[in-house]
């Protein structure tokens, strides 16, 4: 009777992890496959003649009045159009097309975002998706993501939600997406290395060979023609330059 209990306690364990496992599976398996690449998605009607790796040329192509603005420290230029509001446009070649939003990496168009407005012929989430889906080649089944679904592909995502009454569609280079975060991460390094060298800079007065941080106050009152600048303290030290005892 004393072995009983452990045994009890065991079998459960053991229970509540097949379990685990088992729900786990179910929810992988439900999940829709897709393992299409972005040179295989069907160039639908639906994206009115834009797709993924135009260029600024191409694109001017198929809308003549586009502008672009110029590239950013990360090499990203935006751009929209908006074919519903603006007479310019032919509205019969954007029929059901509010707003399309582009955003290019080094020239090449990397994330496409569709609003289609309320005369377009899927108008609820769920019919949208499953249309969308069919015609650019992916599975009608798309995971729920915030407040729209979502389908993760090879090297590209698909992103379909409501706005203002009416559906839209981004489409989006995942390899860019990580480009861009790599670059703003190195711009971020650079500029935190930047200003760790700016602070440690330090200013030596010729006259009495005492240094000052460059954040001192006292610095002021070295004249301009006396200043020396070290890249540091220690180089400051190495001239026989000495921490100027005013500065704390």
Same mark, same amino acid.
């Given at each position: ?10 079998? !459960? ?18 999940? #829709? ?11 639908? &009607? *639906? ?7 135009? %260029? ?7 809308? #003549?009045?586009?502008?672009? #603005?110029?590239? +950013?420290?990360?090499? @990203?230029?935006?751009?929209?159009? !908006? #074919? ?5 446009? +032919? ?5 059901? @097309? ?18 289609? $407005? ?20 992916? /599975? ?6 915030? &407040? ?5 592909? $090879? ?11 009416? /559906?839209?569609?981004?489409?989006? !280079? +995942? ?8 670059? =703003? ?16 800079? @330090?200013?030596?007065? %010729? ?15 070295? &004249?301009?023609? !006396? =200043? @020396?600048?070290?890249? $540091?303290?220690? *180089?400051? *030290? ?7 005892? $005013?500065?704390?």
């Amino acid at each position: 009777m004393l072995t009983a209990k452990p045994i009890t306690l065991a079998a !459960n364990a053991m229970s509540l992890i097949l379990s685990a496992l088992l729900c786990a599976l179910t929810a992988s398996a439900q999940q #829709p496959a897709c393992s299409l690449k972005l040179d295989q998605l069907t160039q639908a &009607p *639906e994206l009115f003649g834009f797709h993924l790796g135009m %260029t600024f040329e191409q694109v001017t192509a198929r809308v #003549p009045q586009v502008r672009f #603005p110029a590239a +950013d420290q990360l090499g @990203v230029a935006r751009t929209t159009i !908006n #074919p519903s509001f603006d007479p310019g446009f +032919d509205q019969t070649s954007f029929a059901g @097309v509010r707003t399309v939003s582009m955003d290019f990496l080094d020239g090449k168009l990397t994330t496409l975002w569709i609003g289609y $407005d309320g005369s377009f012929k899927w108008q609820k989430l769920d019919e949208f998706v499953a249309g969308a889906g069919k015609a650019l080649g992916l /599975p009608a089944s798309w995971p729920t993501k915030g &407040p729209g679904r979502e389908l993760r592909c $090879d090297g590209f995502s698909v992103f379909a939600s409501m706005i203002g009454g009416s /559906p839209a569609l981004r489409i989006s !280079n +995942d390899e860019a997406q990580s480009t861009i975060f790599a670059r =703003r991460e190195e711009i971020a390094a650079a500029r935190e290395a930047a200003e760790a060298a700016a602070a440690a800079i @330090v200013i030596g007065d %010729t006259r009495s060979k005492l240094y000052y941080p460059a954040d001192c106050d006292e610095v002021d009152k070295v &004249p301009e023609a !006396n =200043r @020396v600048t070290f890249k $540091d303290k220690d *180089e400051a *030290e190495k001239a026989a330059y000495k921490r100027a005892k $005013d500065c704390p």
